[in-house]
């Protein structure tokens, strides 16, 4: 429907702006993991998290999203603590399929994923110039994967006013969370 404020509804009356609402529905798959290693930057733990990731669940770079938290180490000369949250944006018919994966890989294919991990923070910190030969056989936890679906509403507003042509400028656009589902 339509929504105007006081000022729109000037423009309106002239025929100038037009703002719309429109509902979208998002789905994401979400999890966790945490693991334990020793010598490493939060930027090597998250580029290294995303490449396995995005490997192993068979998404693009760009659909997904981790965030990286260093725990405290319990006693001195241990390994730190890692947590890695992680998003993947997918179309809602994906999501059961890409969930599937992501159980896969804390279960029946921990080994693998555990193996290519390793090899990737390995990766990450020679990128950098650092020794990594204190990174062997990282050990994985995953939490079990979820299907989030999010309600969001997109408002647009479209100005005519002074365009010759008659083409539509696109205004802001913005976007409010406003329900969010788990099952």
């Known amino acids: 429907g339509a929504v105007d404020t006081e000022e729109n509804a000037a423009d309106d009356a002239a025929g100038e702006t037009t703002t719309t609402e429109a509902p979208a529905t998002v789905t994401k798959v979400t999890g966790s ?31 997904l999203s981790v965030a990286v938290t260093k725990g405290r180490r319990l006693q001195e000369g241990t390994a730190d603590s890692w947590t890695v949250t992680y998003e993947a944006v997918v ?73 010759p042509s008659g083409a539509w400028h696109a205004g802001a656009v913005t976007a409010a969370m406003s329900l969010a589902l788990c099952w």
Do not use: R
Request: glycine letters at 6%; charged letters at 20%.
């Open 33 to 63: 993991m945490s693991f334990q290693a020793a010598g490493l930057t939060e930027a090597q733990v998250s580029a290294a998290a995303k490449t396995t990731l995005v490997s192993t669940l068979g998404v693009a770079a760009t659909d």
């Open 91 to 163: 179309e809602a018919t994906a999501a059961a399929a890409l969930k599937t994966k992501a159980e896969t890989a804390a279960a029946a294919g921990k080994a693998a994923f555990e193996a290519a991990l390793t090899t990737n923070l390995k990766a990450e910190v020679e990128k950098d110039g650092g020794d990594a030969s204190a990174i062997t056989g990282v050990t994985v936890t995953m939490t079990a994967p979820e299907v989030v679906t999010e309600e969001q509403t997109t408002t647009t507003t479209a100005n005519m006013a002074g365009d």
